[in-house]
């Protein structure tokens, strides 16, 4: 692609370089705009002989066709794009689910001259209709070449449906504590789970004074392995420690610890384990809480059938500060 002032009579056809405006600054034609003989016409009538135009090589791709084949190409099921305009196209989602990112794949589409791509967070929970990526050519064509580059990232896109689940909710704590533990954990969690298309179908409240009341609550575990797709604990105190109650009970009925702790905040005190390929969330206390913590991050995908690892919670100490905490003020200084 060449750019150059060109006669009036040679630009029909050709891409124009720049805005053109009138006496009275308005804008007359648009840059990217093909000149036709009308608009020959019109600028000749303010006073121009020459327009600055774009000149595309006979190997190089108009941007719109350029953008519509690459997202057509990286964008998988349950994606659909957008026409083509200005060298744009959005990717959209078209159900509940997952938007999942190839990091490397889209790294190295971005490192292709004149191709750019900006997308959500991989793993990102969106609901149908939702914008997920957006792909624009910068230039007002790239070659044949590149676009052939471009055009082997497949995979870069993918989407997960959310499928409708059933979850059981086991609350632990004092008796007495009872009706004020369940209306706060349930409260903050059905409407979490009801936007995942899933149901809190069951809560339990198991009284935890003590660990002899570890066997009660590996018995409620176990019952609602049988029952749901995902069960949560929760209760007034946060598991405290990888050999703390919770933790036991779910070893005491054959469950294994995936990991606890996580570097994520709000949310530290994450207990992560699984029974029978049910997965098991320790919710610490922030649960409760409507702003988003560590529950936002590791239900989308459990419930979309990930099998989360240890590696994987560490991997979200990169972006786990969630919430701006106010900064101590700074002590003065001594000196002077």
Do not use: W
């Not at 938007?99 to 991989?122: I, M």
């Amino acid at each position: 692609m060449q750019f150059g002032s060109v006669p009036l009579s040679e630009a029909i056809g050709h891409i124009l370089g720049h805005n053109v405006t009138g006496e009275d600054g308005r804008r007359v034609l648009r840059k990217g705009h093909v000149v036709t003989e009308e608009d020959v016409e019109k600028v000749r009538k303010i006073g121009r002989s020459t327009l600055y135009v774009a000149q595309l090589d006979p190997t190089d791709i108009p941007e719109d066709e350029a953008a519509r084949q690459i997202a057509a190409s990286i964008s998988g099921d349950h994606l659909h794009c957008s026409k083509g305009a200005t060298g744009r196209v959005n990717i959209y989602s078209d159900a509940l689910g997952l938007v999942r990112v190839d990091v490397t794949q889209l790294f190295a589409l971005n490192q292709l001259s004149g191709v750019t791509l900006a997308t959500l967070p991989t793993n990102t929970a969106v609901d149908n209709g939702k914008m997920v990526a957006t792909l624009k050519i910068i230039p007002y064509s790239i070659s044949a070449e590149t676009l052939h580059a471009a055009l082997q990232y497949a995979n870069l896109l993918t989407f997960t449906p959310l499928p409708k689940r059933s979850v059981g909710l086991i609350l632990s704590g004092y008796p007495n504590a009872k009706e004020r533990i369940v209306r706060s954990f349930e409260n903050a969690l059905r409407p979490r789970l009801a936007a995942l298309n899933a149901t809190l179908a069951a809560t339990n409240f198991v009284p935890l004074e003590d660990e002899a009341d570890e066997a009660v609550m590996a018995t409620a575990i176990a019952d609602f392995t049988h029952q749901h797709d995902l069960i949560i604990l929760a209760g007034e105190t946060a598991i405290q420690d990888r050999h703390d109650i919770a933790p036991r009970a779910i070893e005491r009925m054959g469950g294994t610890i995936e990991s606890f702790g996580a570097p994520v905040d709000p949310g530290n005190l994450l207990l992560l384990a699984y029974a029978d390929q049910i997965p098991i969330v320790g919710a610490p206390g922030c649960a409760r809480s409507p702003k988003d913590n560590i529950v936002d991050i590791v239900l989308p995908r459990l419930l979309a059938g990930d099998h989360l690892t240890q590696n994987a919670m560490i991997e979200y100490a990169h972006g786990g500060l969630l919430e701006d905490v106010p900064e101590r003020p700074l002590p003065r200084s001594r000196i002077g």
